[in-house]
């Protein structure tokens, strides 16, 4: 199978036709939205970063590359659920859904690199 096909897009973004199987990454619901207008098909709590380590980063750019190696640490606690949504990624698309304003450092940014890594 070819490279992954694994999407980031906002919470708050529309949805788009393309998105495909769509995953909210975070470990709270978004505030302010439905369930409805999420569209999500699943919800990976396990897979977000911890209250902890999400509370250390708080959006401090600086704490960005500690904040990445942590968190793909937790990850690995996790292997099943990365093997699944890679396994799934390779079958048909996958958006990752997040609520984070930078969208260039975010947890599913990070997310993805892990998924891409388990991926033949």
């Not at 897009?9 to 207008?37: F, H, N, Q, S």
């Not at 750019?61 to 799934?88: G, I, S, T, V």
């Not at 947890?107 to 993805?112: D, F, G, T």
Request: no cysteine.
């Amino acid at each position: 199978m070819g490279a992954p096909t694994i999407r980031l897009r906002r919470v708050y973004d529309e949805p788009a036709a393309d998105d495909g199987y769509r995953v909210l990454v975070d470990r709270l619901w978004p505030r302010g939205m439905t369930k409805e207008a999420a569209r999500i098909d699943e919800w990976v709590r396990d897979l977000a970063p911890s209250h902890e380590l999400r509370r250390w980063y708080h959006r401090e750019p600086e704490r960005w590359d500690e904040f990445r190696n942590r968190y793909l640490a937790e990850l690995e606690q996790h292997p099943e659920m990365l093997d699944e949504l890679a396994a799934r990624a390779g079958r048909m698309p996958v958006t990752l859904v997040y609520s984070a304003r930078d969208e260039r450092r975010n947890n599913a940014v990070v997310l993805r690199e892990a998924i891409d890594q388990r991926r033949p």
